[in-house]
């Protein structure tokens, strides 16, 4: 018995009033909880006591281990940092006495920013240090600034519509095919050769018969994807054949039985690039057509059904959300034989000061980081050393680069939104 919580307490319960035990539980090999949705969903289910039993540890030992840790951030002996919240401010030249400021910007997935931004405080403490010296001479600081991606992106578009390098990042992360590969946003930058980065050796997941993320340009480097993939509410095919593919989607037999996701831009954008590219004009008509709702992932985990008039029987979902599915639910995941299609996570270099941030890159290149978006959030990495822990059937579905260069990224996602959203009646 302690005073802070008890053993038969959710784990949501006291990760909410001590969240600094959160790194404890998740060292422990609850890795989930690291991501504040599923912590929610999965800590909500189960009790401290039954979660350790299940990893078969010692509860006293770990009782007592928390406690220490409650006691140590109370007393503020060491630095309780809400990793969730925390971002570096934006820095004035006075405030910096005139040096040059590198800045290392963008936007992380959820599921995997909290896990990220500490190993790359702690990267970033010791670089800082072991560079004072050079930091000094070469009159120069680094700076960073990584957002939660469901704050969006539109801070990082006001930048690239301002047309001027220098108000960008040195070093720029992020999804998004809009931000990109518009030539009226990071495009033009990347014409005029201003940014670049390249992965020469790419995981055999992404670098095979199948698919190739690499890019022969060298202007871009995808470091993970966000696979897309479906969650089929089998309680309501109703005889319909279990879908197996992208095309089985947009057959008659699944019109306004689809949940889109709109909510995540990203995501959809992806979605209906890869369906024009394979199935044209005809295959966003028939997306359209299938569209039923909008509904976040965490909805239909949760109750197996969505809170609108018609229930979706599919949702196109991030691959994370099906590790949520709890048992003896009627939802089921399908990874389409076709391939979960790919959302890319990217990476830029600016040119002219990809000196001074190599160390950075090679950061977010590393095996280390790789394991972090495969491990924390199921977003398969594209570092050659990683283990994905995908079968060989699960395979996935690119745009393709050839795509990307002949189309006008952004023109194209302006039709292709426009004919979906007539074709569902929106």
Known sequence: MNNYFLMNETIFDITERYPEVIRYLAGKGFTPLTNPVMRKMMGKKITLEKAL????????????????????????????????????????AEQDDGKQIVRIEGVLPCP??????????????????THKTVLEEKNYKIRYDLRSANLGIDWIIDLAKTGKKENLPDVLLSAGFELFFDKKLMGSFIEQKEFHCSIETMNK????????????????????VVPAIMMVNTALLDGRKMPETWEDILSP???????IPFGDLDLFNSVILNIYARFGD???????????????????????????PVQPIVSISPYFFSKMIP???????????????????????????????????SFFLSEKTGNVFARSGFFPSTNPAVDNRLSKDKTFSWVGW?????????????????????????
């Not at 702690?122 to 800082?128: E, V």
């Not at 037999?253 to 949940?259: G, K």
């Open 53 to 92: 039993a299940s990893k078969k540890l010692d509860p006293v030992r770990c009782e007592q281990e928390l406690v220490e840790i409650i006691e140590r951030s109370a007393s503020g002996s060491f630095a309780s940092i809400d990793l969730s919240l925390k971002t570096k401010p934006q820095y004035d």
């Open 112 to 129: 995997i920013r909290i896990p990220l931004l500490e190993s790359f405080e702690s990267f970033y403490t010791d670089y800082i240090e």
């Open 205 to 224: 997941d992404f670098c095979n018969d199948k698919i190739d993320l690499r890019d022969d340009k060298k202007n871009y480097a995808i470091i993970g």
């Open 253 to 259: 037999e699944f019109e306004h039985s689809v949940a």
């Open 282 to 308: 005809e295959g966003i008509e028939k997306l359209g057509k299938a569209c039923s709702t909008y509904m976040h992932p965490a909805q239909m985990v949760k109750t197996g059904k969505a809170a609108a």
């Open 327 to 361: 048992e003896q639910s009627p939802l089921t995941t399908v990874w389409p034989k076709d391939g979960a299609i790919v959302a890319p996570i990217f990476m830029l270099v600016k040119k002219d000061t990809e000196a001074l941030t190599k160390d950075f890159v």
């Open 402 to 426: 050839d795509f990307i260069y002949n189309n006008d990224i952004g023109v194209l996602l302006e039709k292709i939104k426009a004919d979906f959203s007539r074709a569902a009646g929106l």
